[in-house]
């Protein structure tokens, strides 16, 4: 079992930054896939990128990649999330989530077991 909490959310403005951060407690963060949902208001959770447990591959969703990036440290049990070129359309709840390997669809919901409680971004034109 694993606990995740975000961290790093704010405002920022159009063309911005901001990062952000994803703990996690217990000893098996390793064998988990870490990844990045999003919701914005009136709309539904949506993926943003995933991680692999080693951090040797990622995945990104077509409307963030080139300005998003996501890392991990094992040895800290952490995940980050730089956001760079921020747009407000970006403007959403940020959640972390986990997944144990071949769970199903990295960019599905119902692959992951695991979530956050959320933090919010938003991004002012």
């Known amino acids: 079992q694993v606990q995740l909490v975000e961290s790093g959310g704010g405002l920022a403005q159009a063309g911005g930054s901001l990062r952000l951060s994803c703990a996690a407690s217990?000893?098996?963060?390793?064998?988990?896939?870490i990844a990045w949902f999003r919701q914005a208001p009136g709309k539904e959770r949506e993926f943003v990128t995933t991680?692999?447990?080693?951090?040797?591959?990622?995945y990104y969703a077509g409307s963030v990649k080139g300005r998003f990036t996501i890392s991990r440290d094992n040895s800290k049990n952490t995940v980050s999330l730089q956001m760079n070129s921020l747009k407000p359309e970006d403007t959403a709840v940020y959640y972390c989530?986990?997944?144990?390997?071949?769970?199903?669809?990295?960019?599905?919901?119902?692959?992951?077991?695991?979530w956050g409680q959320g933090t919010q971004v938003t991004v002012s034109s």
């Open positions: 217990g000893r098996t963060f390793s064998t988990y896939s």
């Open positions: 989530a986990a997944a144990l390997p071949y769970s199903g669809s990295i960019t599905s919901t119902n692959t992951y077991s695991y």
């Open positions: 991680i692999t447990q080693t951090g040797g591959s990622t």
